[in-house]
């Protein structure tokens, strides 16, 4: 068995990484590629490594040097027109070396593990194409299988359809041919498609036309969830450099990315914080039908928007100000009209107090291990500490403390009494039982407590993360008013807009969504009761807070959840916790939540 490396490329996407090196020099994680690959390759017992060099192939070859002698015999063969042709041209020039034993074939920009290697050579199949189900960042050759894994059609990009990815794998660009294979068929239609074709090509295109002509001589062997990533830019290496990172530093690597991980497929995400049963199917189906114009119209202004969001809350359109994501107005309330002391409660959601000098932050801290508090403790804490604001998340994050709308009354005349802005983030309100009666978005509310601010996400209750939506409402009209002001005329995109514009006729679906949700939740809740080293903390948000009582610290249990795809909140390094093991744990579907359940239960 030898392997060939095609390494000639010259890797344009990747700029300035590329600018004196080819593609296999990149590093990730602080090893280069073509370093990982050889070192993986020098586990097997191999006759040789043939390497296909082209761009840079002089700073290759003197990088690896000497230093694989005694595990490797290397070879390289050199494409001189590397700039003028693509991969089938490197392959035909290392054809005689292909003839001359059984061959795994690799490309240079790969990075996967060890396993992949194994998977291939312990198949008994002599001809084998690796692949892995489609995923959005996949690009390249495209296949169709069967059960038994013969490839029934490679999908040429003109060729590619959206609607039928679920039936599409992607080749890993590892395969392994037998010498009669690379003798009898693979060369001599390579040669012919070349002459025809021309070398600006490439080599999957051959395994086309074999395989049109006759299934049976290779076949596709799917790699599962087995880790691999291709990279042909710098987005490419800076998610490898997630996806193969230590456990310890990918634990940190996801989270430094803030989101955004529908980019790593496998993983199931306990962290953020959504509604999973809204919108509904035919919402989605709305949304999309007007794709094509949400996507090439600009959206309206705040006028319109702000009217949008009145109608979607029932209150009046002075009263509302829309945000890019309730953080976009957090930022703006909190830096520009927020004076003087500001009481917060700790732990709770730290966007808001992070927004400020910390000299002006005032904390109550409760005193017990659920982090439990009610508006009189508030308002017995707070009494002589001089503050102009007090803000109050109910639910609580992450605690899920819920003050009932009838005390949050109580404390917004205790407010109001003394000259005290009352901010209440109700972002989580519609996950509270009897959440219809708990809502602060009425106008009469607004108006009667004008020292009152209501921020609410979208994002969350409504299932809609990735449009960015919030409001901030007070009948505080001057506020309102400054605010729509100091945000961008265009902070709302069209789709946003959009979503605005047909809730209505979505309410009812919402409130059923809603009540399924706080079912789960309470299913939910009693299976985490079953883990033994967990104490479920009572919630009405869409979390658990959990103490982590025993065998673990919360960290070492988010670190153990990576093991099984599972990314959960640690927060033990949050304000209030002082390094106490409690971890955060979204509540999402059924079929999810069974997933986390089993997987801690297995520990």
């Given amino acids: ?54 761009y840079q192939a002089d700073n290759l070859k003197k990088h690896i040097g000497n230093r694989y002698d005694g595990k490797l015999n290397i070879e390289y063969v050199e494409n001189p027109i590397y700039d003028k042709t693509n991969n089938i041209y490197s392959l035909a020039l290392a054809k005689e070396h292909l003839q001359q034993d059984d061959t795994l074939l690799l490309e240079s920009d790969l990075i996967f593990d060890d396993k992949l290697l194994d998977i291939i050579l312990s198949n008994p199949y002599p001809n084998l194409a690796l692949v ?36 599409y794998h992607k080749t890993v660009n590892t395969y392994k041919f037998s ?19 021309g070398n600006n090509e490439y080599y999957e295109q051959v395994l086309r036309v074999i395989t049109f002509l006759n299934h049976s001589s290779i076949k596709a062997l799917p790699i599962g969830d087995e880790r691999w990533y291709e990279i042909d830019d710098i987005q490419d290496r800076d998610i ?74 029932g209150i009046k359109q002075d009263y509302v100000c829309v945000g890019n994501g309730a953080a976009e107005l957090i930022k703006a309330l909190m830096e520009g009209h927020v004076e003087g002391k500001i009481g917060v409660t700790t732990p709770t959601f730290e966007e808001y107090p992070n927004r400020v000098e910390e000299s002006r932050v005032v904390r109550f801290v409760p005193q017990n291990k659920d982090f439990a508090y009610t508006a009189q403790d508030l308002m017995d804490f707070f009494a002589d500490k001089g503050i102009g604001t007090l803000l109050v998340v109910n ?23 003394r000259g005290i802005r009352l901010i209440v ?73 959009f979503y605005m514009q047909i809730f209505s006729k979505y309410e009812k679906n919402y409130a059923e ?49 990576l093991d099984f795809n599972i990314l959960i909140k640690d927060c033990s390094t949050k304000s209030g916790f002082d390094g106490r093991s409690y971890v955060r744990l979204a509540v999402r579907d059924q079929k999810d939540n069974d997933r986390l359940v089993s997987a801690l239960l297995s520990l």
């Fill in 132 to 167: 892995a189900k489609y995923e959005t960042w996949m690009d390249g050759t495209m296949m169709q299988i069967d059960d038994q894994g013969n490839i029934l059609n490679f999908i040429t990009k003109k060729a590619f359809r959206y609607e039928d990815v679920a039936l």
């Fill in 513 to 561: 969504a809603c009540q399924l949700f706080i079912d789960e939740r309470e299913r939910f809740g009693k299976e985490l009761q079953k883990v033994p080293f967990l104490r479920v903390i009572p919630s009405q948000a869409n979390y658990f807070l959990c103490e982590v009582t025993d065998r673990f610290t919360s960290h070492e249990l988010t670190s153990r959840m």
């Fill in 240 to 313: 490898a450099e997630t996806i193969f990172a230590s456990k310890e530093e990918r634990l940190a690597k996801y989270h430094r990315r803030f989101g955004g991980y529908w980019r790593f497929p496998h993983l199931l995400d306990f962290c953020y914080l959504v509604n999973p049963y809204f919108p509904t199917p035919r919402m989605k189906d709305e949304m999309r039908a007007n794709f094509d114009t949400l996507l090439t119209e600009y959206p309206s202004g705040m006028g319109v928007n702000s009217l949008l969001a009145g109608k979607y809350f």
């Fill in 1 to 54: 068995m030898q392997a060939i490396i095609l390494a000639a490329g010259m890797g344009r996407r990747l700029g300035d990484l590329t600018a004196n090196n080819t593609k296999c020099m990149i590093e990730v994680n602080g090893q280069k590629l073509i370093d990982r690959m050889l070192t993986q390759l020098s586990r097997l017992s191999l006759n040789r490594v043939v390497i296909v060099v082209g």
């Fill in 395 to 417: 639910p609580d994050n992450p605690s899920g403390n819920f003050i009932p709308v009838g005390d949050i009354f109580l404390l917004a005349d205790w407010c109001k009494q």
């Fill in 179 to 197: 010498r009669k294979f690379s003798e009898e068929q693979y060369v001599p239609f390579l040669d012919a498609y070349s002459r025809v074709m």
């Fill in 425 to 497: 983030d109700e972002s989580f309100v519609d996950f509270t039982y009897n959440y219809a009666s708990n809502s602060l978005l009425h106008n009469d509310l607004l108006e009667k407590y004008d020292n009152l601010v209501v921020m609410k996400s979208i994002s969350k209750s409504y299932g809609v993360p990735g449009l960015r939506l919030g409001v901030l409402a007070s009948s505080n009209t001057e506020l309102i008013a400054r605010l729509k002001k100091e945000v961008a005329i265009w902070n709302i995109n069209s789709f946003g807009e």
